[in-house]
T-cell receptor
Framework: GDSVTQMEGPVTLSEEAFLTINCTYTATGYPSLFWYVQYPGEGLQLLLKATKADDKGSNKGFEATYRKETTSFHLEKGSVQVSDSAVYFCALSSGNTGKLIFGQGTTLQVKP | KAGVTQTPRYLIKTRGQQVTLSCSPISGHRSVSWYQQTPGQGLQFLFEYFSETQRNKGNFPGRFSGRQFSNSRSEMNVSTLELGDSALYLC??????????????FGPGTRLTVL
């Protein structure tokens, strides 16, 4: 079945460092891909999305490119801030099912 | 526009009891999905409702059920609670008119603790 694999965390970075969180997927068909972020004690917030191959999603300095050839959707940010500390989830949806399949989440801690 | 709201935010129950959680989607959204989040299993899909009909169901026992009302508000029910049902239950809504059907917007969740 469909699945999403994220790099293990936690990831600890200093402020202004470059961030990459790896995400790969397995899916039949042509899924839509998402990154969600979860701050402590809160629900999930959609960070960015891409619906077809080579699409680049971007928001708040974060970017991810839908790579069909490598089945990947890696999250990047050029300069992280302390306020970016959170748990990041990669997810896919396949077909109009109303179902998201999530990776296990990657905790990011940014130190001043 | 108001976001997805979930009530209650926190709940403590004992084993064997039942519980009902409520979710109000974003105005105009007709699809509501429910997820269970635990440290061990991560985020798992429970079910999705659209126009009062369950369209999809995850791999959970029959103790987990749900429904959707004509105003798109949804409830989920867990009967005969077990310790392992302790989790954050998240509700998400989506609209068919955003161009990306599965762009889901999440509520803050209900934290259920089973003692």
């Amino acid at each position: 079945g469909d699945s999403v694999t994220q790099m293990e965390g936690p990831v600890t970075l200093s402020e202004e460092a470059f961030l990459t969180i790896n995400c790969t997927y397995t899916a039949t068909g042509y899924p839509s891909l998402f990154w969600y972020v979860q701050y402590p004690g809160e629900g999930l917030q959609l960070l960015l999305k891409a619906t077809k191959a080579d699409d680049k999603g971007s928001n708040k300095g974060f970017e991810a490119t839908y790579r069909k050839e490598t089945t990947s959707f890696h999250l990047e940010k050029g300069s992280v801030q302390v306020s970016d500390s959170a748990v990041y989830f990669c997810a896919l949806s396949s077909g109009n099912t109303g179902k998201l399949i999530f990776g296990q989440g990657t905790t990011l801690q940014v130190k001043p | 526009k108001a976001g997805v709201t979930q009530t209650p935010r926190y709940l403590i129950k004992t084993r064997g009891q039942q519980v009902t959680l409520s979710c109000s989607p974003i105005s105009g959204h007709r699809s509501v999905s429910w997820y269970q989040q635990t440290p061990g299993q991560g985020l798992q899909f429970l079910f999705e409702y659209f126009s009062e009909t369950q369209r999809n169901k995850g791999n959970f026992p029959g103790r987990f059920s749900g429904r959707q009302f004509s105003n798109s508000r949804s409830e989920m029910n867990v009967s005969t609670l077990e310790l392992g049902d302790s989790a954050l239950y998240l509700c998400a809504s989506s609209s068919m008119w955003t161009g990306t059907y599965n762009e889901q917007f999440f509520g803050p969740g209900t934290r259920l603790t089973v003692l």
